[in-house]
């Protein structure tokens, strides 16, 4: 499969596909059963290495030979060490976890960059079902009722990128996830966008970084990235 | 020396001594050399002309070479015939599988029950000391004899484990992937307590003699009977034993004396006696010994992924069970720690299962589809049809 194809259908999929570096080492956080590192193994030659909490999940990764890890993303980052791989990736689940501050901070101690994708809950679908039906928001992107859904942690835009002002991360490039559509390159400090993203994709460095590999690059094109903000105290 | 045996009528199966040529002695870690050197060994399946197809399986504590063949003293299936036989995860079809018995066994490779040629006499305890090292050096100059000049796989779990990452340590150029089941990377204080009671046992038998029970024609069989006994315990969970055997009586009504009441107190007796038919009780004392003295992190300075530091290439499989207590999740996942470290492609899995250590070696679905999954990707890796 070329890498331009569309993999199983997940937009996210194509999109980290695009962004991730050929020959680099990955980390898949919640690798299921392993199709995105299949797909970065074929498509970019990377080093891949899983993390998975379910043990059937792992078994399927092994018999198709990917190396991975049976653990769970909210303790077990802790135990990989420092700058072990070029990329960590944490596709839509980073509103599941327990700690999301601490994981996403692990994931830019472990990896030179991370690509965290999370579902917005600022997206006009969700406030016009709270608006107008007066319950939490059933939508295709967060279908789960309350009581049964996994997303313990869910945030908006705006709420993400206050996160990664605080904890000084740079956001090197940010792209709109809409399923059936192509990705989005945005500004995700816009407030429109913060209106009509359904799902947002980043790549993550952190700010303070000399480290080389650690560039800042433009791996949208020529598209029109959010500028760097001076680090401010955010009130708690 | 080779002779063939029927493990199977449909696969080419041999068992036999390899003994080494003289001048050929094993070196050994206290410093003592062994020599003349024999190592007992069965193979299952057939060497492939690029010899890339070989797999080398560890016995545990008390196992021996006969990992898929009728056992020669019990007349039982060997220890590991659920996992290697044609249609299973190490099928013999497709795999050459080689099965030794470790230095200081009893099935018939050098031990403390071997006569010692400078004497004449059984070793006894004039046995050198032997390590975890020393065993798989062993296995190496045996790898070596037969042409292989890299494992596709070392495999074994427990004290085969530990083996496997001794192999890792020493030999990571002859392997292309090392699978370590229910093990450690050291010996934890528990561990060598229950080892020093098993000992204690052996030794307060008077038919042990100081260790010389073979000169006087008779054998501690209750000293070891005792000390399997303890050790068969730790190769339990405290459900396994719950489920089994609860507070069952032998029969109606209690005895009001010392009989074996309870039904776990009857299987316990029963597991030491029928040890004792195949295990030689020094080979017990020197093979607790060499796990006691086992910590892969001791011997490369205190940190563990210095162990690993040559092994990037290979492929390594840890695998731990949620209710072993012996040699816990914990401790794998130290292992798997250590292999990240060092930037070694580990994979790592723990199987949900209340039978315990023991798991490794009993019907174990989980354990038999991550096995087959993690070879079958590791032949195609290495281009094996």
New interface residues.
């Given amino acids: 499969m070329s890498p331009s194809a569309n993999p199983n259908g997940r937009e996210d999929f194509r999109e980290i596909l695009r962004l991730v570096r050929p020959g680099a080492r990955v980390l898949d956080v919640g690798c299921g059963s392993g199709e995105l590192l299949e797909l970065l193994i074929e498509g970019k030659q990377v080093d891949a290495?899983g993390l998975e909490i379910s043990?059937a999940g792992?078994?399927?990764?092994?018999?198709?030979?990917?190396?991975?890890?049976?653990?769970d993303g909210d303790r077990d980052l802790d135990?990989?060490?420092t700058r072990?791989f070029d990329y960590a990736i944490l596709s839509k689940t980073l509103q599941q976890m327990r700690e999301p501050r601490h994981v996403l901070s692990e994931l830019l101690r472990i990896a030179g960059q991370a690509i965290v994708s999370v579902p917005n809950f600022g997206h006009w679908r969700m406030r016009a079902s709270l608006m107008t039906r007066g319950r939490m928001p059933e939508t295709r992107a967060l279908p789960d009722p309350w009581w049964s859904t996994p997303n313990i942690h869910l945030c908006t835009l705006r709420d993400f990128t206050d996160l990664c002002r605080e904890l000084e991360l740079r956001i090197d490039a940010c792209a709109a996830l809409s399923s059936g559509k192509p990705a989005r390159p945005i500004r995700p400090d816009g407030a429109l966008e913060n209106w009509r993203s359904e799902t947002a994709l980043f790549l993550l460095s952190r700010r303070h970084d000399d480290t080389p590999g650690a560039v800042p690059r433009d791996l949208f094109g020529d598209v029109d990235m959010p500028k760097p903000e001076a680090p401010k105290r955010k009130r708690r | 020396m080779t002779v063939t045996a029927s493990a199977s009528p449909a696969i080419e199966t041999h068992a036999g001594t390899h003994r080494f040529p003289a001048g050929k002695a094993l070196r050994l870690d206290s410093g003592a050399t062994l020599e003349p050197l024999e190592i007992a060994y069965e193979t299952y399946g057939r060497l492939n002309e690029a010899r890339t197809n070989a797999i080398l399986v560890c016995h545990a504590l008390t196992g021996d070479q006969h990992a898929a063949s009728i056992h020669p003293v019990t007349g039982k299936p060997g220890w590991w015939s659920r996992v290697i036989g044609p249609g299973l995860p190490l099928d013999p079809e497709r795999y050459f599988i080689i099965s030794t018995n470790v230095v200081g066994g009893c099935m018939g490779s050098t031990g403390p029950a071997s006569q010692d040629a400078r004497t004449g006499e059984p070793y006894g305890l004039t046995f050198p000391v032997i390590t975890i090292a020393d065993m798989v050096r062993a296995q190496a100059l045996l790898v070596e004899a037969l042409g292989i000049e890299t494992l596709l796989a070392v495999v074994g779990g427990s004290m085969g484990g530990m083996q496997v990452l001794q192999w890792a340590a020493d030999y990571p150029e002859k392997l292309f992937s090392a699978v370590c089941i229910a093990a450690a990377a050291r010996h934890s204080a528990q561990n060598i307590a229950f080892h020093e009671v098993g000992r204690q046992a052996i030794m307060a038998d008077p038919e042990w003699r100081a260790g010389a029970y073979m000169k006087a024609r008779v054998r501690p069989e209750k000293g070891l009977a005792v000390a399997r006994m303890a050790a068969h315990i730790t190769y339990l969970s405290e459900q396994a034993l719950q489920r089994k055997f609860g507070r069952e009586l032998q029969r109606d009504g209690l005895s009001w004396g010392f009989d074996a009441d309870f039904q776990v107190e009857s299987y316990l007796r029963h597991q030491g006696t029928s040890f004792v038919d195949r295990f030689d009780a020094n080979s017990y004392l020197y093979i607790t010994r060499a796990l006691d003295y086992f910590d892969l992190a001791a011997q490369h300075g205190g940190v563990l992924a210095n162990a690993f530091a040559k092994a990037r290439g290979v492929r390594f499989c840890v695998l731990s069970f949620s209710s072993d207590w012996l040699y816990s999740t914990a401790e794998s996942r130290d292992i798997v720690r250590a292999l990240n470290a060092a930037g070694c492609r580990a994979s790592f899995v723990e199987i949900e299962t209340d039978k315990g250590h023991d798991a490794f070696f009993l019907d174990e679905p989980q354990l038999d589809a991550t096995l087959r999954g993690f070879f079958a990707a590791t032949a195609h890796a290495r281009g094996l049809a």
């Fill in positions: 290495q043990q792992v078994s399927a990764c092994l018999a198709k030979g990917l190396a991975v890890v049976q653990g135990h990989f060490p072990a």
